[in-house]
Nanobody, 125 residues
Framework: VQLQASGGGHVRTGDSLKLVCVAS????????WGWFRQRPGKDREFVAA????????DYADSVKGRFTISRDTPENTIYLQMNSLEPEDTATYYC???????????????????WGQGTLVTVSS
């Protein structure tokens, strides 16, 4: 399984960005997918996850109401729509797939076994 993340960039406070993660490999529809981020000098943290059914989503409190995770199963693609961006959202963003299929969204990074290379988002005031 390989994950290719893109869509990062340098924006200003209040702007929007849409991150894209294209996955290769079988059984895309059987897995929960997540987005994590690592801010400068901080540990990697959970941002959002979407279940293998697409019906359940979970968000970190810091992004709830501003970010939306979605999936396009025929295209093997995960999205993260980020609105009302703030300087505190500056980070490298990673997409990831849960290790085990048919499991619900989870926040622990250790539960995810495949990771993309990261895409940098910089928000300036």
């Amino acid at each position: 399984v390989q994950l290719q993340a893109s869509g990062g960039g340098h924006v200003r406070t209040g702007d929007s960005l849409k991150l894209v993660c294209v996955a290769s490999g079988p059984n895309f529809s059987r897995y929960t997918w997540g987005w994590f981020r690592q801010r400068p000098g901080k540990d990697r943290e959970f941002v959002a996850a979407i279940s293998w059914t697409g019906n359940t989503r979970d968000y970190a409190d810091s992004v709830k109401g501003r970010f939306t995770i979605s999936r396009d199963t025929p295209e093997n693609t995960i999205y993260l729509q980020m609105n009302s961006l703030e300087p505190e959202d500056t980070a490298t963003y990673y997409c990831a797939r849960r290790r085990t299929d048919l499991q619900p969204p989870a926040r622990g990074s250790s539960l995810y076994g495949f990771w993309g290379q990261g895409t940098l988002v910089t928000v300036s005031s």
